[in-house]
């Protein structure tokens, strides 16, 4: 039988894994000699406690804040191309508005505000409940994890594919320090962060810190009643406030106080990209829109092109408080907790069919408040450690949009009016939960690990769609305000098709209230210091849910969805080599999902379903010093997936048929290298970062119309410092050769043949100057 390609290379990753360990194992058991270009240990706390990476039996990489800002990387977004098997995409525009983020090609495509994210996202072990939360600008962070697979136990919430964990820089008794960058580039870019540092007394000191980040965008508006002239511009604002008390020899406690804006600026950098059903199933690319609409005729045939005769404009504000306190109670025991407050406000407007006539215009406005707590504690005695807590949720949520469509005689099915759909939804959300895990070490090489998390959600939904037809007359919106009213009228017209959700009407279909059960059984072997392998099962659960948005017509039995269940198989390696110069880590996993939560988007309404499914892959990450000044990290994530009983009832033929994940490539790679010698009295150093995946699936659909080919970047930069390393100056060029293939596609075949197409970044160049004190 012939072998797929991904089976032959999970083979030799599964023989190269083996054949580490078989020689790590026959290694003698030596005291190594000191290297001054030896790896340094990097801890995690992926088990909420501090570990060093190579302990931990999880697939986790791990990145420092001095690693983030060396790299550079601006955005949560940019950790794809350092991450293997991690990918995103931003649905609607630019960075920090709507992100959809999968590990393992498992992930949740749907741009819903009340859908939660299966790769969660945290701040400070802070719950990040939103697409729009888990997307901003990263600056003073003390480091970023990503752990793939479950990580319900320990972690958190609804961690079906995995956590991405983000810890920013605490004040410190130190002294007084700070830094200072400013960048600048192609495109009109601006881009500063720093940060100061301040002991105020012996038990308390201040930390602050802030980044903004300015381009004038790069897809140029050709239209001569352009509403805006450029797209793709970036507008970021943060700032981040702490305070460290320490209150005694063993309480500490840390308040945060900080705020973030992105916007409101011309975010879309998407272009026209028309799409059409096929003959057979599905949807595929065409010409030209119902206008007929092409690049030609409208003059974009450039890749940072644009015809759009309507609004683009979007904006996001986050305000956050969080305090933590840390209370070592005796060298065995701690106890942890935290409380904070989120809210969170975002809106968008956009011309959706990308084109010079009124086809297809869009708005979305939410509002969500937030506030979690967790107190949990952990002791360690000899031989045993055990993590037990407990934690609270709740979230408010208020979301509505107006799509008002074809404001044009032509090609309006109303006559002498145009169509317009406009949703109001409200949702609310309870959760508690506890959580145990223990370890124990069944000899001085084998420890076996168990843990449980019990869930209850409390989730209900207040739902109301309008659709229905206006006045032909009707001015076309540019503004946020102006969607409202439209999307007031149209809610309001006794003429409108109402669609509803809710307790009142439909009692338990609006409402998922179940208990839910996380577990984590897992083996660890420590033949030796430089080797640990582990097999696990983890069992990750995420909460049910409902349809919601564009959804008219839509019959209530059908808008709630059930649970997913994820159980997952795991066996993996961490190896240290080269007396200390290099660490080797893989894993191979297996998936058995079940009810599986699928987004499928028909005409403008994301369709959850629950399909079994099956994921299969590995990943191999290799970091080395092997000579004095030379860098090298980089990892390959392999992956085969497949969901049962995907129905897809767009184009002339319906289709039901096991088909693939969305966002989740065959093949993803990145590769960082970077030399530092001596020159001019300082460090020179030269570095170079690439990345790429294969193909992929934008939706659960397989559309080949959104199928996006394979990407591949590699960025460079030139640094030098003197030997004091109080300043510090690079130059950079972001994506050397100009690839410019899709990020993202959208379609909308049923609105007049419309779509959109987002492509890579063109060549941008810059030069960062940092300043330390």
Request: negative net charge; charged residues 20%; aromatic residues 8%.
């Amino acid at each position: 039988m012939k072998k797929s390609p991904l089976t032959n290379a999970i083979r030799i990753l599964l023989g190269f894994t083996v054949t580490t360990a078989a020689g790590a194992i026959a290694q003698e058991e030596t005291s190594r000699q000191s290297r001054a270009n030896a790896l340094e240990e990097v801890v995690v706390t992926a088990n909420r406690r501090e570990q060093n990476l190579q302990d931990v039996g999880i697939s986790v990489s791990a990145l420092s804040g001095d690693e983030l800002e060396a790299r550079p990387l601006t955005t949560a977004g940019d950790l794809t191309s350092s991450i293997a098997n991690y990918q995103i995409v931003r649905s609607y525009a630019t960075p920090g508005f709507n992100t959809q983020v999968t590990l393992r090609g498992v992930g949740q495509p749907n741009f819903e505000d009340t859908t939660e994210a299966t790769a969660t996202s945290y701040v400070d072990e802070f719950y990040m409940i939103g697409a729009g939360q888990a997307d901003f600008l990263m600056f003073d962070l003390e480091r970023v994890e990503v752990a793939r697979g479950p990580q319900g136990t320990i972690q958190g919430r609804n961690s079906t594919a995995g956590t991405i964990n983000f810890y920013t820089r605490k004040p410190d008794f130190e002294s007084v320090a700070g830094a200072i960058s400013v960048t600048g580039g192609s495109y009109g870019l601006v881009r500063t962060d720093g940060h100061i540092n301040v002991p105020l007394s012996d038990t308390m000191a201040f930390r602050g810190s802030f980044a903004t980040d300015r381009n004038n965008g790069y897809v140029r508006n050709i239209h001569p009643q352009a509403l805006y002239d450029k797209g793709g511009k970036n507008k970021f604002w943060a700032g981040r406030a702490q305070l460290l008390i320490k209150a005694s020899e063993s309480v500490s406690v840390n308040l945060k106080a900080e705020r973030g804006e992105m916007g409101p600026t011309n975010g879309s950098n998407e272009i026209l990209y028309p799409v059409a059903p096929s003959d057979g199933f599905g949807t595929i690319a065409v010409e030209s829109d119902a206008f007929g609409n092409s690049r030609e005729s409208t003059n974009t045939e450039g890749e940072d092109l644009a015809n759009v005769d309507g609004p683009n404009s979007i904006g996001n504000k986050i305000e956050h408080y969080l305090a933590s306190v840390n209370w070592e109670v005796s060298d065995k025991l701690s106890i942890n907790g935290l409380a904070g407050w989120l809210k969170s406000e975002k809106f968008e407007v956009e011309d959706c069919d990308n084109g010079p006539d009124p086809l297809c215009l869009f708005s979305n406005d939410s509002e969500s408040e937030h506030w979690t707590a967790e107190v949990r504690a952990t002791y360690e005695e000899t031989g045993w450690r055990i993590t037990a807590g407990a934690n609270y949720l709740d979230q408010d949520l208020l979301t509505r949009s107006a799509t008002p469509l074809f404001f044009n005689e032509e090609v309006t099915p109303v006559p002498n009016g145009l169509l317009a759909e406009s949703y109001f939804d409200q949702q609310q959300l309870e959760s508690w939960a506890a959580f145990v895990q223990g370890e124990y070490d069944l000899s001085q090489k084998m420890t076996l690990i168990l843990g449980a998390r019990y869930t209850r959600d409390d989730k209900e939904v207040n739902a109301l769609d309008g659709f229905g037809a206006l006045p032909l007359s009707t001015p076309k919106p540019t503004n946020l305000a102006q969607f409202n009213a439209i999307g007031s009228a149209i809610r309001n017209n006794p003429a409108s098709v109402i669609t509803r959700l809710n307790t009142d009407l439909h009692g338990d279909l609006a409402v998922f209230d179940k208990g839910l059960i996380n577990t984590n059984l897992q083996l660890n072997y420590r033949p030796n210091q430089d080797l640990l392998l582990y097999g696990a099962y983890r069992r990750g659960v995420k909460s049910g849910g409902f349809i919601t948005g564009n959804v008219s017509g839509l019959a209530p039995d059908v808008r709630k969805y059930d649970e997913e269940t994820n159980n997952a198989y795991e066996i993996g390696f961490k190896a240290t080599l080269m007396d200390g110069l290099a660490r080797l880590n893989g894993a191979l996993f297996y998936y058995d999902y079940q009810d599986m939560q699928n987004t499928s988007f028909v005409n403008i309404t994301n369709l959850v379903t629950n399909n079994d499914a099956t994921v299969i892959g590995g990943e191999l990450e290799l970091t080395a010093n092997p000579i004095d000044g030379l860098e090298i990290s980089g990892g390959i994530g392999m992956l085969d997936t497949e969901v049962e009983d995907i129905s897809n009832p767009t184009g002339a033929v319906p289709f039901t048929g096991d088909l693939d994940l969305p966002l989740a490539p065959d093949f993803t790679g990145n590769l960082m290298i970077r030399y530092t010698w001596n020159a001019f009295g300082g460090d020179m150093h030269i570095q170079q970062t690439s990345h790429g995946r294969t193909a992929m699936h934008r939706d659960s659909l397989n559309n080949r119309s959104t199928e996006m080919g394979s990407l591949f970047q590699t960025d460079v930069l030139l640094g030098y410092a003197p030997p004091n390393q109080q300043w510090s100056i690079s130059a950079w060029v972001n994506n050397v050769f100009d690839t410019r293939h899709a990020t993202n596609k959208f379609d909308l075949a049923g609105v007049g043949n419309s779509g959109e197409i987002t492509l890579q970044q063109p060549r941008w160049y810059g030069v960062t100057m940092r300043v330390s004190f």
